[in-house]
């Protein structure tokens, strides 16, 4: 009888490890999910780092975006871009003292102790450099506009991501502002023929015109009309700035960008039943971009492919050299065919 009970014991014990095991198993996942993830910052240059944080770490905004919280930063900066110069220390002041977010000395150091990246350096032309102890590190990493200052160095980020298996995007945030997936989205056109885009377009001397500013109505044209084009021409004069791009089934593709006059964004699809246009002005926020994100940095899915980003900077690159050849159209398939990577 003492053995008979002993064995109950024996089996009733065994019995609750497994179930504690397997209620662990089960609900490992879901926990992993629902953790909230470690975000470094590479670049505390630009406006966004401080807006970013602030949409991830203040739990009181009412736009606050769960998930994810900024922990942790390296500084960079670019002394020959004013904007990232006269800017640098506001900013990293900023994510210091008010979020008290901790700043280390190198990007092997910063992905050591978070579990994404945000690639935030305002200066196009070090994103190469610096996202690649990124991949190293196993890092998912999002790397904001300008995501370069050439083709060739995107497409280099391109291939050290699918080498690597390290996945990435960079996308500006106007391409999931609600007006612009609105007009996407919407039953009214009966279907998107043609686009028209606008916005303020800024320069910047070490990069090509439209990566620096343009990038914005060059991202809602593809927002709305995807990938697919084939050539573009460009006429620029001090006043205002236009490129119309030939997609392969016949859609043309215009955006402009304001120079001299009001500096709103905006947008005009040309439907098979109706042709509908964003609000004047538009609203635009970061907060759609952030969720994506988030949403990319928990499962791995980039919402916008590479090759789609690609296609986006050979379409702005091949803007440059209509405008040197007179207006001249350009075969995007011309430009990711030549040049070399610039940030080696």
Known sequence: MCEDRGAM??????????????????????????????????????SHVTAFTKLLNDKGD????????VVAAFKGGSPDVE?????????????????SVEFVDSIEALCAKVDAVLLESVDGRTHLNQVRPVFTAKKRVFIDKPMTASYADAREIVRLSRESGVPFFSASSL???????????????????????????????????????????VEMLYALLGPGCEKVSR??????????????DGRIGTMRGLIQGRQDYGAVVF??????????????????????IVK????????????????????????DLSKARGGAPVALADVMRRSRPRGN
């Not at 789609?308 to 050979?314: F, K, M, R, V, W």
């Open 62 to 69: 009412p736009d606050h975006l769960p998930g994810a919280r």
């Open 83 to 99: 904007d990232s110069r006269n800017r640098i220390d506001r900013f990293s002041a900023e994510l210091k003292d008010k979020w």
């Open 9 to 46: 014991k024996k089996s009733a014990l065994v019995a609750l490890v497994v179930s504690t095991f397997s209620l662990l198993w089960t609900a490992g996942p879901a926990a992993e999910q629902t953790a909230e993830l470690r975000i470094g910052i590479i670049g505390t240059d630009s």
């Open 175 to 217: 391409r999931f502002a609600g007006d612009v997936q609105a007009l996407r989205k919407s039953d009214k056109h009966g279907g998107i023929g043609g686009a028209f885009t606008f916005g303020p377009e800024h320069f910047e001397p070490h990069h090509p015109d439209l990566f620096w500013y343009g990038i914005h109505a």
């Open 296 to 319: 990319f940095f928990q499962t791995g899915v980039p919402p916008v492919a590479p090759d789609e980003t690609l296609e986006i900077l050979a379409f702005m690159e091949a803007a």
């Open 235 to 248: 006429v620029k004069t001090d006043s205002g700035d236009t490129v119309v791009g030939t997609w392969k």
């Open 271 to 292: 439907g098979m039943k109706a042709v509908l246009a964003t609000p004047v002005p538009m609203k635009s926020d970061y907060r759609g971009l952030i969720a994506e």
